[in-house]
């Protein structure tokens, strides 16, 4: 296979530049809805109750759209791969751009990790005796070969697959309202109406499980941010990236809430859990046993299209660390066809983790994984609104005017310090759940080691540039 070396001084050009509107929405879309709603969005029901989770996946909406606010003017006025790596180094310090790339390549590995592992859960429904692991590692392998092969070719699939699951998600919808309504016949062990709201108050659990289930409500809407990644491949980032992301809020907000509000209403809080995707269970309960196996396809079609955006986002910051120089300069190497083929394939290492996971226990290991890589993607958001505020404080004080920026955050600076408020809030609630608690035994040490590293790296290039006397 061809290998080019990509061009440091015009690194947004070596891209293919292919990617449409159309494209850039579905692979956000793509992005977000996969393990979080299809498996995780249970584990939420079960930890908040069904007001509370119906509340935190409101507040969650809110979060994800104060941050993609922010982004919208940093990606518009900026349009560049790895973006809010760029825009922390640029606006923030290089340190904390070096260790937000990082922080996003592991969100989306350890994510990558999670839905092979889910995806092996799933396929466990229809063959009981075979192990998660051998399922994992045959996806694993299909997506990345998509990935590999073409720019094109893995825009069109991600469109095609992501189509798929929103069609599926809507008529989940639909479907779960008749069943509230009670037009359609359901199981007698689900309760009728909206009783499940009332039946256990507003917190079933204790307060605190509103803060521990936001965490995991970030890794469900984490991959909105993927509309900034693909600034450098958009065809028309200026026009194409504000229209992807209003479009992109909006139906993530109606497919979030809305199929939160359906699972909370007939699932009941004991039953809902992670090793069983809730949507599968509602459709088991409501009678439809057929239609549960088809919603089995759908999700595991769901699963394997967020890995296939998942890996897209980690290799193209991973391509972005290289191409700063942080790493090696392989990792910044384009295939004739345009895709970072050694980016790629290291990026699929997060595979391994999902091995591990169904090695283990893929039950109380998957929740690992998600609270890892929910934390990591709430400090890349923090990033993201810190950075915004940084530029646009820097943009007014050399002289620039809000109304020549082509998409702009109204309401600053409150926009941006409310979003980190409630990534802050997210990161507290972690410590009153102890199955989440480990995305601070390793986030944590993650980021102390990234500054580490940059610190020593750059003391290091100093001190032999002095003594080579550049």
Known sequence: MEVAKISKSHHDHSFKKEMKTRHIVMLA????????????????????????????????????????????????????TGSFSHYAARFIGPGTGYTVGW???????????????????????????????FWSLLFAASVLICNIVSVRLFAETEFWLSLVKVIAVMVFIIVGGLVILGVFHHDSTLHSGLSNFTREGLFPTSPASILSALLAVAFAFSGTELIGITAGEAKDPQKSIPKAIKTTIYRLAIFFIGTIFVLAALLPREKAGIVESPFVMVFELTGFSYSADVMN???????????????????????????????????????????????????????????????????TVYLALVSVSGFAVILVWISISASQLAFRRKF????????????????????????????????????????????????????????????????????????QGI
């Open 297 to 363: 396809f759908v999700i595991l079609t769901a699963l394997l299209s967020a890995a296939n955006s998942g890996l897209y986002a980690a290799s193209r910051m991973l391509w972005t660390l290289s191409d700063q120089g942080h790493i090696s300069a392989t990792f910044s190497r384009l295939t004739a066809k345009g895709t970072p083929l050694f980016a790629i394939i290291f990026s699929m290492l997060g595979a391994g983790a999902s091995l591990l996971s169904s090695v283990l226990s893929p039950d």
């Open 29 to 80: 879309l793509g992005g977000v809805i996969g393990t979080g709603l299809f498996l995780t969005s249970g584990y939420t029901v079960n930890q908040a109750g069904p007001l509370g989770a119906v509340l935190v996946y409101a507040v969650g909406a809110v979060m994800v759209y104060l941050v993609m606010m922010s982004l919208g003017e940093l990606a518009v006025q900026m349009p560049e």
């Open 103 to 133: 922080l996003y390549w592991l969100t989306w590995t350890v994510a990558i990790g999670s839905e092979f592992t889910a995806a092996g859960i799933l396929m466990t429904r229809w063959f009981p005796e075979s192990p998660v692991w």
């Open 396 to 467: 007014i004080a050399e002289g620039g005017s809000v109304d020549d920026l082509r998409f702009k955050v109204k309401a600053f600076p409150v926009v941006p310090m409310v979003s980190i408020a409630l990534c802050l809030c997210a990161c507290i609630g972690i410590a009153f759940d102890p199955s989440q608690r480990v995305a601070l035994y390793f986030g944590l040490p993650f980021v102390a080691c990234c500054y580490f590293t940059y610190w020593i790296k750059n003391r290091t290039t100093g001190y032999l540039q002095q003594k």
